[in-house]
């Protein structure tokens, strides 16, 4: 478990995280989004011990994290802006990696490597953007650490290496109970891999959640009745957003779905129809309810 | 505890592996040089060259500003990039681990890359016999740059601690190594402007010399001193500097480290107020030397122009970008800042050096002549010293008297000529030199009174007995060394100080160098080679021996080894003898080509009359071997017949007998 206590960090005068507060459980791919310069990439480096906090504390597995060798074998990063030693293969960094990790697994980097039909012992700086990314994600999941950091996880890869990618993943947390912590400024990057999601803004946590809670939870509506309506007709319903166009209403609602229905049926619609709902939508509506708009954060 | 806390065996060797290229020319660049350099010192001929310091040691010289920062940097040079810190930092490797492993894989370098040159140069000189090297010359050599290398990486890496950019860690590791012992030694430079013009003014007790050293001011380290005077001397207190500096900034590093910003990459200093410290700093010994020349009116409208241009450049070279009013206002500032420290370290060490030695103050004395320092400077390093006050203050007096009556007299008799110089050692136990002009008769006095100090004529003494390489010009005499060495032992041990001071002065003859190295320095005794028979003979036999078996590969080298000139007799000095042939200098003559030939092998008689032939062994000018020959009318009949010739403009070539 990763537990992050007032976190405050300042590059000169520009405050960037401002007493950040945080937890993240144990085997658990959270999420963390956000725009550009709102302390994402701070924030992982400040965990994993490459910058120093002005204030604040970080544990993980109730140990802090300043210059704790021991404890850094459990971590992984793979930064946002990649960095392999000049001229190394592969192989080499692979074997870099494996004489700092204890439990790197090189049979199943080989492995890793012909699926994403990476050669080992070309040179990396020949390789494109997405493919130096595969690299470093693969390495870094053979080190088998507990505790694995992506930052800007699936840049460049194309759609069809990164669901490959996002399966190794979860695979990964599944087979070693990993907690794999991701970052990106995309949230459709993340919606079908995470298990939380915090949406970082002026450097703190804005809003946070449980993915499946947040998909069973809430739900989108279109209805129409046979007399007039407006949104207090609803009001006995936990309403997030209502919009009337005609005499058709799309309405988001929090709760048990089946609940919901029930309570809708009961007011005979001519037109009652469950909609999907996008994890963005689920966010900005949620923002709304904080008195934020989407447009503002991202 | 565990070592692996301060020490990652994997992370080392992969910092090797990863600059592996780089760092191979780094280790061999300097044993390259030397190999070459000591190679290309190897000559044709067969005869034997001692190497100086000098010779060997240039390329370690130059590489030691260069190497060590340069590993600082390979080594480092991560924290100078976002990505390369991202990726090194979020290794499991606490920063101490990082800093000392690098520093270890740094030292193992500059070890390495010592041990090559050492043994570079001990191969040579044992391989090759026409060179030699004193053994213990390498080995301090070793020492000494070891330590300063390991100084300037370890001063290289407590700059990276603060900076962002290779570019600002050079200015600071600049400013570690140079600007405390700059501005020392500006402010030093009163002082020794004061003693440069003042003369010895008055006999009483605050007599003050001329040309006085402070010994104990020669001890900088040496990556400083060589910048200041060119010296790179073995220096017991230079070595304890570094060794206790290099350790120092090796701690306080591995505690900066610790507490670097690494967000600090790319950008010059963690912030502002930092980048304006530096910057005032490298501004200060501007301040210094200005202060020192003294401007006035528009010059130094002129200069302030010129330092703030330096701002500006200084910040668009180290941060990319320059603001202007900020520039303007900040160095107006510092230069004020500045200028009033400067005025007030000024005020006072100037007043606090402007002490002037009093005799009384001085407790001992050393004297060594100026015969014994060849090929060194003053040093009075491992001197005997004496506390005699007749002694002392017969020097003193008789100095002044030198100085003031003599020095510059036209009359020869009075005219000094004898030049010793004496250490003095004060109450304080600091040590100056000063050189001191006798003249004959003072010296004479001198002389008689040291004799009676038995301890300081043995001292005297000992030094003609070390085991010493025999060089005649610059060619070492292989061989019978052993037995000269212990016939000029034993003529010495019969010679009183006086007879010793006067052969070193004698005029006349061919002088051979005793060179020993003592006290990490070459020294060398002079002694004529007519001292007494048996030194002669020795010496004039190997001569002829060397070129009996090496007269036919000179003769084809080249020109110049085919040119002679003539020494007069050497075992006694024949005034109309030197009138006749003295100076006479000849060359490719076929007249003494043959008389070579036909009297090389000869034995001479040291009790006849005796010539030698210089015989130029390589194309410079010191490198010369002799020809001895007791047949004086032959080399008189062939001078004749040369000169006969040259007032007919024929060849030398073309003579016949």
Not at chain 1, 137 to 161: R, S, W
Not at chain 2, 197 to 212: C, H, V
Not at chain 2, 413 to 422: D, L
Request: hydrophobic share 40%.
């Amino acid at each position: 478990m990763i537990k992050i206590d007032n976190l405050s960090k300042s590059y000169g005068k520009k405050k960037v995280l401002d007493n950040l507060m945080c937890l993240i459980k144990t085997n658990s791919i959270y999420g963390f989004v956000g725009a550009n310069g709102t302390g994402k990439s701070t924030l992982l480096r400040i965990i994993n011990d490459i910058f120093k906090a002005d204030s604040g504390n970080i544990e993980i597995d109730e140990e802090n994290v300043n210059n704790n060798q021991e404890l850094k074998q459990k971590l992984v990063f793979v930064p946002d802006d990649l960095y392999f030693f000049p001229n190394y293969t592969l192989k080499d960094m692979a074997i870099f990696y494996k004489s700092m990790y204890k439990n790197f697994d090189m049979e199943y980097l080989e492995k890793l490597a012909t699926t994403l039909k990476l050669d080992m012992n070309s040179k990396i700086q020949n390789f494109s953007k997405g493919m130096k990314r595969q690299c470093a994600i693969i390495c870094a999941i053979c080190t088998n650490a507990d505790y694995m950091f992506f930052d800007e996880t699936f840049d460049g890869i194309d759609p069809v290496i990164r669901n490959l990618l996002k399966k190794i993943i979860a695979k990964q947390m599944d087979k070693k109970e990993t907690t794999i912590i991701m970052t990106s400024h995309n949230l459709r990057e993340l919606e079908d891999i995470c298990d939380n999601l915090a949406l970082l803004y002026k450097g703190g946590i804005l809003f946070e959640s449980d993915v499946n809670t947040l998909k069973t939870n809430m739900f989108k509506i279109q209805i129409s009745l046979k007399e007039e309506f407006d949104k207090e007709t609803f009001s006995n319903l936990d309403m997030l957003n209502f919009k009337k166009s005609g005499s058709v209403a799309t309405i988001i609602l929090k709760g048990e779905r089946e609940k919901a229905e029930e309570q809708l049926k009961k007011m005979n619609p001519i037109i009652l129809d469950f909609l999907p709902v996008t994890l963005e939508e689920m966010f900005i509506y949620e923002m709304e309810v904080l008195g934020y708009e989407f447009n503002q954060v991202f | 505890m565990s070592l692996t806390k301060y020490f990652n065996k994997n992370y080392f060797k992969e910092n090797i592996k990863k600059s592996k290229g780089l760092i191979a020319l780094l280790v061999i660049i300097v044993p390259l040089i030397t190999i070459l350099s000591i190679l290309l010192l190897i000559n044709p001929q067969n005869y034997t060259k001692v190497l100086y310091e000098n010779e060997i040691i240039w390329a370690n010289l130059i590489c030691m500003y260069i190497i060590p920062v340069a590993l600082s940097f390979i080594l480092f040079g991560y924290v100078y990039k976002k990505s390369s810190v991202d990726f090194i930092n979020s290794m499991p490797l606490n920063r101490k681990t990082i800093f000392i492993t690098n520093t270890v894989a740094g030292i193992f370098l500059i070890t390495l890359i010592q041990i090559l040159t050492l043994i570079v140069a001990f191969l040579c000189s044992t391989i090759c016999s026409t060179i030699y090297i004193f053994p213990q010359m390498i080995i301090d050599i070793f020492i000494n740059m070891w330590i300063s290398y390991l100084f300037i990486f370890s001063a290289a890496n407590l700059a990276m601690t603060f900076s962002g950019t290779f570019l600002t860690q050079i200015v600071l590791t600049m400013l570690i190594l140079f600007l405390v012992p700059f501005a020392e030694s500006m402010f030093k430079i009163t002082q020794i402007r004061i003693f440069d013009y003042e003369m010895i003014n008055n006999l009483g007790d605050d007599t003050t010399y001329e040309r006085i050293i402070d010994l104990q001011n020669q001890n900088y380290t040496l990556p400083y001193n060589i910048i200041w005077n060119g010296g790179y001397a073995f220096s017991n207190i230079s070595i304890l500097k570094m060794t206790t500096l290099g350790i120092i900034y090796l701690f306080l590093g591995t505690y900066f480290f610790q507490k670097r910003k690494m967000e600090n990459a790319e950008e010059s200093f963690s912030n502002d107020k930092v980048h304006l410290f530096v910057k005032a700093l490298t501004l200060f010994p501007m301040m210094v030397v200005l202060n020192k020349i003294g401007l006035e009116g528009e010059e130094t409208a002129f200069v302030i122009g010129l330092i703030v241009i330096y701002y500006f450049a200084y910040d668009f070279v180290v941060k990319r970008k320059i603001k202007f009013i900020k520039s303007v206002v900040s160095v107006i500032l510092t230069m004020a800042i500045l200028q009033g420290i400067v005025v007030g370290a000024n005020k006072i060490f100037t007043e606090e050096e402007r002490h002037k030695i009093k005799r009384t103050d001085v407790e001992k004395i050393a004297i060594e002549f100026e015969s014994d320092n060849y090929h060194t400077s003053p040093n009075l390093k491992n001197s005997y010293f004496i506390d005699n006050k007749e002694i002392m203050n017969f020097v003193f007096e008789s100095a002044y008297g030198a100085q003031n009556q003599y020095t510059y007299s036209i009359d020869k008799e009075n005219y000094a000529t004898n030049t010793i110089y004496v250490g003095l050692q004060t109450s304080k136990e600091k040590k100056y030199t000063i050189s001191v002009e006798l003249i004959d008769r003072d010296m004479d006095k001198l002389l008689e009174l040291l004799e009676k100090d038995k301890n300081y004529v043995e001292f005297i003494k000992e030094t003609y007995k070390k085991d010493s390489k025999i060089i005649l010009g610059q060619i070492v005499l292989i061989g019978d060394e052993k037995q000269i060495n212990s016939e000029i032992e034993k003529e010495i041990d019969n010679m009183s100080l006086k007879d010793i001071y006067k052969i070193t002065r004698k005029s006349t003859s061919i002088f051979l160098n005793k060179m020993y190295y003592q006290n990490h320095m070459l020294k060398a005794k002079v002694v004529p080679i007519d001292m007494n028979n048996g030194v002669f003979k020795l010496v004039a036999d190997n001569q002829n021996d060397y070129i009996n078996k090496n007269f036919d590969k000179m003769k084809d080298e080249n020109v110049r080894t085919r040119s002679y000139s003539i020494e007069y007799g050497p075992l006694g000095y024949d005034e109309e003898e030197f009138k006749k042939f003295g100076n006479y200098f000849s060359y490719t003559s076929n007249l003494m080509d043959k008389f070579i030939d036909e009297n090389k092998s000869e034995k001479i008689d040291p009790n006849e009359e005796c010539y030698a032939i210089k015989i130029y062994a390589s194309p410079y000018i010191d490198e010369y071997v002799y020809l001895f020959t007791n047949k004086t009318e032959e080399i008189g009949n062939i001078i004749r017949k040369e000169r006969d010739a040259k007032t007919k403009n024929e060849d030398f070539l073309t003579l016949k007998d």
